[in-house]
C-alpha cells in the first residue's frame, strides 16, 4: 500500500492487504507480458512473412529448358538414300524470360513488399504498445482492487466492534440501534464479498496478460512506482503531434496506404507483355537419311505476348479499389486516435488536478474523521 495509507490503516488491516505469494514490479510485469504474448509472435511472424515476400520479389527467375527430338521415322519405314527424310533433329532450347527486368515488373514489385514490410512492423510495434497497456492496467487493477478489498474489511471491523458495543444497551432505543448496526454489519459483509469477487478477477485479467500456465501462481503486484511529483499534462495540441508523430498503428495505416499507391504500379506493369530470349542447339542425324555426315546448329529469337485482350485490368481495378479503402482506414483510425487522445487527457487533466490540489487535503480529513469515528 502506498506510505499514507498505511498511517491511516490500523495494523491489522494492513496485515490483512500483504501477501504470502510471489510478487512482481510493474517493469517484470510489462516484460512478461510481452514476452509471452501470442498476438505479439503472431505480428512478428507477419515480419516475417513480408520479409519472405520481399526475397520473393527480388528473386531473379529461371531459365527455361526444352529438349524435342523431331523428324523421327515412323517404325520399319527408315529413312535410306533412296526414300529420303527427315532427317531427325535434337533441339535445346534455352529460354529467359526479360520482361520482369525490361519492363520494371520486378523493382515494382520489391517497392510494394518493402512497403508491407514497413506496414507489419508497425503493426508489430502498435501490438506491443498495446500489450503493454493492457499489462500496465491490470497491474494498476489489481493494486486498486486490493486497495479496496482492504478498506472494506476494515469498515466490517468497524461494524463488528460497533456491533459489539451496542448489544449490551437495553431498552428500546438500543433495539432500534442495534437494527441499524445489523443492517450495517451485513450492508459490510457485503461489500467484502463484492470486493473479494473484483480482486479475484483482477488478478484473473493479469494471468491472462501474463500469459501463465495453470500450474504458475498468480504474482502480486509489488506497489506503485514511487511518483512525488507527477508530470503536469500537456496542450491538447501536443498531445495530438505526439500521437501523430509517434503511434504504430497510425504508421501501420500511413504505410499500408503507401503499399496500396505502389501496388498500382505493380498492377499495371504487369499488364506489360510478356518478353523472354531463347537460344537453341540443334543436331541433325543425316547419315541415314541423306548420306551426309551428321551436323551441329543453333540459333536465337524472341518470345513474348501481345497485350491486347488482356492487360490486368482487374488487377490494376482491384489496386485502385484497395488504395480507397487503406484512406478510408487510415482518416478512420486517425479519428479514433485523436478521440483516444482527448479522452486520456481529459481524465489525466482531472487526476493530476486531485493529486495536486485535493489530496493532501483529502488525506488529512479523512484521517481525522476516522479518528472521530473510533
Do not use: C
Amino acid at each position: 500500500l502506498p506510505p499514507k495509507a498505511v498511517e491511516l490503516f490500523g495494523a491489522d488491516t494492513v496485515r490483512l492487504g500483504t501477501t504470502a505469494g510471489p510478487t512482481m514490479s510493474l517493469e517484470e510485469v510489462v516484460r512478461l507480458a510481452v514476452l509471452r504474448d501470442p498476438a505479439i509472435r503472431a505480428a512478428l511472424a507477419d515480419v516475417r512473412i513480408a520479409n519472405a515476400e520481399v526475397v520473393r520479389s527480388r528473386t531473379l527467375p529461371n531459365p527455361s529448358v526444352l529438349a524435342t527430338q523431331s523428324l523421327v521415322p515412323f517404325p520399319g519405314r527408315p529413312f535410306t538414300e533412296q526414300q529420303t527424310g527427315g532427317p531427325p533433329q535434337l533441339d535445346v532450347i534455352v529460354g529467359y524470360a526479360l520482361d520482369r527486368i525490361v519492363f520494371g515488373k520486378r523493382s515494382a514489385a520489391v517497392a510494394r513488399e518493402k512497403l508491407a514490410v514497413d506496414a507489419a512492423s508497425a503493426a508489430h510495434a502498435d501490438r506491443v504498445r498495446t500489450r503493454i497497456a493492457e499489462a500496465v492496467t491490470a497491474y494498476v487493477d489489481v493494486l486498486e482492487a486490493r486497495a479496496f478489498w482492504v478498506l472494506a474489511m476494515e469498515v466490517h471491523g468497524h461494524a463488528r466492534r460497533l456491533q459489539d458495543v451496542t448489544s449490551a444497551r437495553t431498552g428500546a432505543t438500543a433495539a432500534a440501534e442495534r437494527g441499524r448496526i445489523r443492517i450495517f454489519l451485513l450492508t459490510t459483509h457485503r461489500a467484502v464479498m463484492t470486493t473479494a469477487a473484483a480482486l479475484e478477477s483482477a488478478r484473473a485479467r493479469l494471468r491472462e496478460r501474463l500469459a501463465l500456465k495453470p500450474d504458475e501462481p498468480t504474482p502480486e503486484p509489488h506497489g506503485f512506482p514511487l511518483v512525488d511529483h507527477p508530470a503536469p499534462p500537456p496542450t491538447e495540441e501536443e498531445a495530438l503531434r505526439a500521437a501523430y508523430e509517434s503511434r504504430p498503428d497510425l504508421e501501420a495505416s500511413h504505410r499500408d496506404a503507401e503499399r496500396a499507391r505502389a501496388a498500382v504500379t505493380s498492377e499495371r506493369r504487369e499488364g506489360m507483355p510478356a518478353l523472354g530470349v531463347v537460344g537453341i542447339v540443334s543436331h541433325q542425324f543425316q547419315a541415314q537419311a541423306l548420306g551426309a555426315p551428321n551436323v551441329w546448329s543453333y540459333g536465337f529469337g524472341l518470345f513474348g505476348t501481345l497485350p491486347i485482350l488482356d492487360r490486368n485490368q482487374g488487377g490494376v481495378a482491384r489496386a485502385h479499389a484497395t488504395v480507397t479503402l487503406a484512406d478510408a482506414n487510415y482518416v478512420a483510425n486517425a479519428q479514433r486516435v485523436e478521440a483516444e487522445v482527448r479522452v486520456a487527457l481529459a481524465e489525466y487533466r482531472a487526476a493530476y488536478q486531485a493529486i495536486i490540489e485535493d489530496n493532501e487535503g483529502l488525506l488529512s480529513s479523512a484521517g481525522d474523521m476516522r479518528s472521530g469515528i473510533r
